[in-house]
């Protein structure tokens, strides 16, 4: 089961800081999952709500300020004030960590639209990134997903299940073509065989308490985001994946 730090280390520090993302990325763990918008301006930053009023010493929409704006905003504590951090700011501190992955959520709906994946690609592209197996876009909206399938084919793309498709899409109904699956704790534990449907890998959010994380790892689910990484990593130490249980793909671990 590959862990993955929500936000960064979430729990300990401002959410989608760079002192968040440093301290996950230090641990012994899969990867980190952050959120995207468009500023004003057009860049691509890490925020996850569509207003920064929660989550700095500001006020205001992300998509009614330019960077300028943004940089000047406080999104750390009094004590250690930090600065919003673009996407290719966050590439340029996963650049130190080969081995670690990123999942990036484009957040919708937005006023740009298709916009926010056209600029991800093009960050992505730039960079040499746009075929990196170790890049993973994951969204709630399933257009952004058919997007990045003809925007950056071979990337893996993981469309998140809403809370209302338990009632709306009762038989788990998918278009277009996702990589992999996600679904919430909540929705997975009242109907555990979402958990490897369609026969694609199983993204589960977010997954706090330790007894949840070792139902995760009994049900084969193949990536965990959750906020306090530190315990998924204590309970794979502590009870390794059990043997010859069949995971999403069909094969025996």
């Known amino acids: 089961m ?4 929500h936000r960064g ?16 990325l230090e641990l012994p763990i899969h990867g980190i999952e952050t959120d995207v918008r468009l500023s004003k301006c057009g860049e691509v930053v890490n925020i996850h709500d569509p207003i920064v009023d929660r989550v700095s010493d500001g006020f205001g929409r992300v ?43 484009t957040k919708h709906p937005m006023r740009y639209a298709i916009m926010l994946e056209e600029e991800v690609t093009k960050i992505l592209r730039y960079r040499g990134l746009e075929k990196d197996p170790r890049i993973h876009i994951i969204s709630f909206a399933l257009p952004a ?9 071979e990337l893996d793309r993981i469309h998140l299940r809403r809370s209302w498709e338990r009632w709306g899409n009762p038989g788990d109904h998918r278009c277009g073509t996702p990589t992999g699956l996600g679904v919430s704790i909540e929705r997975a534990k009242v109907d555990p065989k979402l958990i490897g449907a369609k026969g ?21 689910v193949d990536m965990l985001a959750t906020n306090y990484p530190e315990r998924a990593v204590e309970l794979l130490k502590a009870a390794p994946q059990p043997p010859m249980y069949a995971n999403a793909h069909g094969k025996e671990e």
Do not use: C
């Open 200 to 220: 694609l890998p199983t993204y589960l959010f977010t997954v706090d308490k330790q007894k949840d994380m070792q139902w995760a790892l009994e049900h084969g």
């Open 9 to 24: 280390l979430s729990s300990r520090f401002p959410e989608l800081t760079e002192s968040a993302f440093r301290a996950a």
């Open 145 to 153: 997903i058919q997007r990045m399938s003809r925007l950056a084919p």
């Open 63 to 105: 998509s009614k300020l330019n960077l300028e704006e943004l940089l000047d905003l406080n999104f750390g504590t009094k004590e250690t004030p930090e600065k919003v951090l673009t996407l290719n700011n966050l590439l340029d501190i996963l650049g130190d960590y080969p081995d670690k992955h990123i999942y990036i959520e």
């Open 2 to 5: 590959k862990i993955i730090a």
